[in-house]
């Protein structure tokens, strides 16, 4: 491994926290040929988008980020290499090349262990410059064994691509068929970061609940659940946190919920979107539960953990949703109490279903059902926050707030929370007493600095 970078490489992320990850694969990747990371593009001398494609705005932005890319590659005297990764790249393939020619490679997001050979290829221009095939287990495979960790949080993919087709939605098409990665494999690699420092894992998945990896040389049968591996990790030294997103409401399974009675280390978050409130909407959507079955998993969730933070994704204007349709997701909502949720208008892609469907809803219809959902959203989360006035709560300091003196860090709850306290602070878990909070952090001061678990 070479120490001094010889070459600098740029990576902007778009989309979910699945393209985070492989964008810091992508650097582990290149770190061997002397690609050294850099945050301004024009002197990189590799720039990759690792894109985004679930709505048109993000798709969209990746070709205006192209533009201006494209007349730094021109000021770099051609030094410059552009790739696009990601599900864009996946999507479209050989169509961005033609929309953008300075664009040198497009790869799809099982290709990135090919990226070294690639980038070789474009540079000598010869040979294929797109990969889109599918084959997620050859990527995890190939990519090294070890990872760099950077702050005491990590994200660790243990199972990409999706079977479950909701009609709205390209993350099947764009990242193929569902896989678990063997339990073994995660065992090391969590390992190494825990080994790095690092002190809290988020386990990712398009739908991490359905893990259900191989674990031929463990005990307790060839096939693990996403709550055994959860309880595995926990009894892993060093590991005080372990948080898991995202799951769909079709494959949750008692355990996981019991899981968040019975391992500490585990976090009391617990985010599962529901898309909408409407039964007839869920059907059209393909989703395969109802609000009824949504409603007895957030129960049983509250029943283990009464002091969960929920959280949720909403889609409002799908094609067909009527007013009473919207107040069914209000209503869900209300029921609910959410600590933190996403939504948004729904948006049509080419290919799925629902791009065809009759009864499109008017744009400002959509864009009125949103403000009134985000309304109540950011009600609720601010009245979540506001409930933890007064309480001592963890926090596992990962950086430095904006004014001097000021630490930050991430309640178990993943509150963002700022309190002041010396650097030396930096990846310990230490006890917050809240004393202000607003929708979007909570503030307060020191009580002692905790020495293992959160
Ligand atoms: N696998 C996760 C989420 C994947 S995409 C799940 O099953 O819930 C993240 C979120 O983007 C989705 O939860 C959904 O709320 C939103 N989304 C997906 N497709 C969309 C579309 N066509 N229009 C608007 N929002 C969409
Ligand atoms: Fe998309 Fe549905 Fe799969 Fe989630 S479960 S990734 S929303 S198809
Ligand atoms: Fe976007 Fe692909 Fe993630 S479409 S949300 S980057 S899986």
Redesign the pocket.
């Known amino acids: 491994m070479s120490d001094t970078p010889s070459k600098r490489l740029f990576i902007k992320t778009y989309g ?1 926290q699945m393209n985070v990850y492989d964008s810091e694969r992508m650097k582990d990747v290149l770190r061997p040929l002397g690609y050294g990371p850099t945050d301004r593009a024009h002197e990189a001398d590799l720039v990759i988008l690792n894109t985004c494609h ?2 048109e705005k993000a798709t969209e932005k990746v070709y205006s980020e192209l533009g201006k890319i494209k007349t730094m590659k021109e000021q770099s005297g051609g030094r410059m290499t552009i790739a696009v990764a990601g599900c864009v790249a996946q999507a479209e393939g050989e169509e961005i090349m033609r929309r953008q020619p300075a664009v040198d490679l497009v790869l799809g997001p099982q290709a990135y262990h090919k990226l070294p050979e690639m980038v070789a290829r474009a540079s000598r221009a010869v040979g294929d410059r797109l990969e889109t095939d599918f084959d997620t287990l050859e990527k995890f495979d190939a990519l090294p064994k070890a990872r760099q960790a950077d702050g005491p949080t990590a994200f660790l993919s243990v199972q990409e691509g ?1 079977d ?1 087709f ?1 009609t ?4 099947p098409y764009t990242r193929g068929a569902e896989l678990s990665r063997p339990v073994d494999d995660l065992v090391v690699e969590a390992r190494s970061l825990i080994a790095q420092g690092v002190r809290e894992i988020t386990l990712l998945g ?2 991490v609940n359905a893990y259900h990896g191989a674990a031929p040389k463990m005990e307790g049968g060839d096939e693990w659940s996403l709550a055994r591996l959860v309880r595995h990790l926990s009894k892993i030294g060093g590991l005080d946190r372990i948080r898991f997103i ?1 799951s ?1 409401p079709r494959d949750m399974d008692e355990d996981l919920i019991l899981a968040h009675g019975d391992t500490p280390a585990l976090m009391p978050f617990f985010h599962l ?1 529901v ?1 909408s409130g409407s039964n007839a909407i869920l059907k059209a959507m393909n989703r395969g539960h109802t609000r009824e079955d949504y409603f007895e998993i957030m129960r049983e969730m509250r029943g283990q953990r009464p002091d969960i933070a929920l959280a949720s ?3 409002v204007g799908f094609p067909g949703e009527s007013d009473k349709d919207f107040e069914d997701t209000m209503e869900l909502v209300d029921t609910v109490k959410y600590a933190v949720a ?8 080419p290919g ?1 279903p ?1 791009a065809d469907m009759f009864g499109q809803v008017d744009e400002a219809v959509k864009h009125e059902r949103l403000l009134r959902l985000q309304d109540l959203l950011k009600d609720q989360q601010t009245a979540f926050n506001l409930d933890c006035i007064g309480r001592t709560i963890p926090v596992l300091v990962s950086g430095t707030g904006k004014r001097d003196g000021q630490l930050h860090g991430r309640s178990p709850y993943l509150q963002s929370v700022h309190f002041n306290g010396p650097t030396e602070l930096m990846n310990q878990i230490v006890d917050v007493e809240i004393s202000a909070a607003t929708m979007s952090s909570l503030t307060g001061e020191m009580v002692r600095v905790r020495e293992a678990m959160a």
């Open positions: 979910c679930i709505r999706c479950k909701c709205f939605c390209v993350v398009q739908n995202t769909h979107p898309q994704d909403f889609i996403y939504s948004f208008k729904y948006s049509q892609r799925t629902a």
